[in-house]
Nanobody, 126 residues
Framework: QVQLVESGGGLVQSGGSLRLSCVASGPTSDYGAIGWFRQAPGQEREEVSCINSSDGSTFYADSVKGRFTISRDNAKKTVYLQMNSLKPEDTAVYYC???????????????????WGQGTQVTVSS
């Protein structure tokens, strides 16, 4: 099974930027789809973005389009989430998730992903 480790979270002022990283390791050469989810206190986990390791195609939730950019470095087995123009409502724990059999073409339920990281906290102050 693939192991995922997120980093890059922190406290930032509204309008600021952060870049999250998700490093994958494990016995596979095809990581399939890797997604970023977030969960705020008292709310359901929601998908933010997803990228396909095969062709780099991406998906974004409407709430982050134009502000967040997902990218991958297959050689480093790392997926990044560049977050710009952050808002207080972006405050949440951010998780990366992966599944080798998934190809993200739109919204993908969290249950479709088999591997998850431990999460990294992002806090945006107003």
């Amino acid at each position: 099974q693939v192991q995922l480790v997120e980093s890059g979270g922190g406290l930032v002022q509204s309008g600021g930027s952060l870049r999250l990283s998700c490093v994958a390791s494990g016995p596979t050469s095809d990581y399939g789809a890797i997604g970023w989810f977030r969960q705020a206190p008292g709310q359901e986990r929601e998908e933010v973005s997803c990228i396909n390791s095969s062709d780099g195609s991406t998906f974004y939730a409407d709430s982050v389009k134009g502000r967040f950019t997902i990218s991958r470095d297959n050689a480093k087995k790392t997926v990044y989430l560049q977050m710009n123009s952050l808002k207080p409502e972006d405050t949440a724990v951010y998780y990366c998730a992966q599944d080798p059999d998934l190809y993200c073409e739109g919204f993908s339920p969290s249950g479709d992903f088999g591997s998850w990281g431990q999460g990294t906290q992002v806090t945006v102050s107003s």
